[in-house]
């Protein structure tokens, strides 16, 4: 035998040469019952985490959603004892789909990370779970909405797309950028126009990625209230084209009685020309009378106030 392979062996049976020791997790974790049906209530216990830790632990279903312990946010605190270990329980609920779950528990110090799986017996079915509320479910044209919906149909943290469907199968108000939360819920506060019609209107987001959609239905009641949407204020000129030297007449209204409006041309090369002032009458409408000269530039004009028809200005 080689002097160096010898020298080796040697070192290696009296233990002067050491191997570097592979990582070990020291944490672990066990549940009880490993399967159970929906409605069971769970025990599970952890080893090896760090001296009073804090783990924060969550669940997650057969579609890798996750769900919380319970409401509280302590409920998904948990603390080891002085010895690194913990338990704690969770009472499942009796609607949860049937699959393959996991608890999940990550030291809040160690940064350690270990998963417990177990079982929920039941239908494994891929119908989403949905709840949702409209608050007030009932209201007046112009009542402010808060509309809160929850879907395992919308994947965690998916943006969305909302809008409303009122009676008449229109849709208004479409939002985009919007973000479900990890629970797959999202809200949306909406003041419904104060000519918004009476009837059944339906709050409609959809999911970007799964395009999952979630209806939320609501009624508003009465009558829009009169008099809130004015029709829209004259405006018009006649005739709306014509060679050099015809006689436009522009009509405006929407302003305040007797108020003095401001008024002037704009050229096809952007110049301003003829600025003048006009006074609406009670009625709130203002009418000029203008005539284009042979040049493209304005000749005689007039003023008229409409209270009494058009008169020439001198």
Not at 256 to 268: L, M, Q, S
């Amino acid at each position: 035998m080689k002097p160096t392979l010898l020298l080796i062996c040697l070192l290696l049976l009296s233990g002067g040469l050491l191997l570097p020791a592979l990582p070990v997790s020291a944490a672990s974790g066990s549940v009880e019952p490993a399967s159970a049906p929906a409605g069971t209530e769970f025990f599970f216990s952890v080893r090896g985490f760090g001296s009073s830790e804090m783990l924060n632990v969550w669940l997650e279903d057969p579609d890798g959603r996750t769900r919380q312990l319970g409401e509280d946010v302590d409920a998904n605190r948990i603390f080891t004892n002085p010895d690194g270990d913990a338990s704690w329980s969770w009472a499942s609920p009796t609607n949860i789909p049937g699959g393959n779950w996991q608890a999940v528990v990550r030291g809040a110090d160690t940064r350690e990370t270990i998963t417990i799986p177990f079982r929920v017996e039941g239908v494994e079915s891929t119908a989403p779970l949905v709840s949702w509320f409209v608050d007030p479910p009932i209201g007046e044209p112009g009542t402010t909405f808060t509309l809160v919906g929850r879907s395992t149909g919308f994947a965690p943290g998916e943006q969305v797309g909302s809008w409303f469907i009122n009676p008449n199968g229109d849709i208004i108000d479409v939002q985009e950028g919007q973000s479900v939360d990890p629970n797959g819920q999202i809200f949306r506060i909406w003041a419904a126009p104060l000519d918004a019609e009476p009837g059944t209107w339906t709050f409609r987001a959809r999911g970007i990625a799964t395009q999952y959609v979630l209806d939320m239905t609501f009624e508003i009641a009465g009558e829009a209230e009169p008099g809130t949407v004015p029709p829209p204020p004259p405006l018009s000129v006649e005739p709306q084209s014509g060679p050099p030297g015809t006689t436009f007449t522009f009509t405006a209204g929407g302003f305040a009685g007797r108020e003095v409006i401001g008024t002037w041309f704009i050229r096809p090369d952007g110049e301003s020309i003829d600025r003048r002032q006009v006074a609406a009458c009670q009625r709130t409408t203002a009418c000029l009378v203008w005539t284009v000269d042979g040049s493209g530039g304005h000749g005689g004009g007039c003023v008229a106030l409409p209270c009494s028809g058009c008169r020439v200005a001198g």
